[in-house]
């Protein structure tokens, strides 16, 4: 599902303000169960709806990664 929302974005602070990050909404998130996420490059542009657990996994894998 993908839609646009109006909230607080949030970004990692491992971004350094590159301008190609995933943001996520955690207020909406904490209010409907559900997290939008999006492409920091296209702030107007729609949001990704995922699961909690969707997204819990991703922040892993993000972890995970060897940068």
Do not use: F, Q
């Not at 109006?6 to 602070?13: D, F, L, N, V, Y």
């Not at 991703?58 to 972890?63: D, E, M, S, Y």
Request: charged share 15%; glycine share 8%; net charge positive.
């Amino acid at each position: 599902m993908t839609t646009t929302i109006e909230s607080r974005w949030a970004k990692s602070s491992y971004s350094n303000n590159g301008g190609t990050c995933v943001e996520w909404a955690p207020d909406h998130a904490s209010a409907n169960g559900v997290v939008p996420v999006r492409d920091s490059k296209r702030p107007a542009g729609p949001s990704l709806m995922v699961s909690p657990s969707a997204w819990a996994g991703l922040v892993v894998l993000a972890r995970s990664a060897d940068v």
